[in-house]
């Protein structure tokens, strides 16, 4: 079997509500698993081999996902349409909605390359937890790039190769 690379060249986020936004990137997606135990030997063989017991119990915080976008005050712009989702799961103390619970979001990340949809990451009543802008430069020649951290109930991940 030969090893396939995708060569992306577009990603879009689609939520419930923020269907076909485009995004700079996906910097890092990252669980913490909860493990416990095989720190020391319960026993050990007639041939000397240590045996020890490990349980897995989960995960120590639900997985996060980093988005990056473009910033823009379009209305229709992706950077937009995020922050407002970002404002509406923010507490009410700073300047925020306060309502997360009822603003987690169902959708997917999709990247496409030439020949279509080739990689799709799934996730299960997510919401944005953190957000950061980029250092503002004028005399840089780079864009403005906002950061929102998304975590969600389960994350799964789809390649259509």
Request: hydrophobic share 35%; proline share 2%.
């Amino acid at each position: 079997m030969t090893a396939v690379t995708v060569a992306s060249s577009s990603y879009y986020l689609d939520f419930d509500g923020l269907e076909g936004l485009s995004i700079k990137s996906i910097a890092q997606v990252s669980y913490e698993g909860k493990g416990t135990g095989a720190q020391k030997a319960i026993a050990s063989t007639k041939g000397g081999v240590s045996m020890r017991q490990s349980t897995i119990g989960g995960f120590e915080t639900h997985p996060t996902m980093t988005i990056e976008v473009y910033v823009s005050a379009d209305p229709s712009s992706s950077s937009y349409r995020m922050y407002e989702w970002f404002k509406a799961c923010m507490p009410a103390s700073e300047g925020g909605d306060a309502d997360w619970e009822n603003n987690r979001k169902t959708g997917s990340i999709v990247v496409y390359d030439q020949q279509g949809e080739r990689l799709r990451w799934n996730l299960e009543r997510a919401w944005p937890v953190k957000y950061s802008l980029s250092d503002a430069d004028v005399t840089g020649d780079g864009l403005a790039v906002e950061t929102f951290e998304i975590t969600a109930e389960s994350i799964t991940k789809e390649t259509s190769m």
